[in-house]
């Protein structure tokens, strides 16, 4: 079974985001409410999609808090 893990892949996008209250932890860049969206491939071809929301950095895409 270990040939499937090459064959599966997941991908985050984010699909909108505004700007939000708060500062990154990491670089001090600005902070912004995001919905994102995780998409889970095998074989290239999209299966599973899961939204969720997130703060994230705008600068280094960091996810300072995650909302499932
Ligand atoms: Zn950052």
């Known amino acids: 079974m ?3 893990c090459f064959l599966v892949d997941q991908r985050r996008k984010v ?3 505004k700007p939000a209250a708060g500062t990154c932890s990491r670089c001090g860049g600005g902070a912004s409410v995001a919905d994102m969206m995780t998409q ?6 999209p299966f599973h ?3 969720w929301k997130a703060i ?3 600068f280094c895409g960091a ?3 995650s909302y499932t």
């Open 63 to 65: 996810t300072l808090k």
């Open 2 to 4: 270990v040939w499937l």
């Open 56 to 58: 994230i950095c705008t």
């Open 15 to 17: 699909r909108r985001s």
């Open 40 to 45: 889970t491939r095998f074989c290239c071809v």
């Open 49 to 51: 999609y899961k939204c």
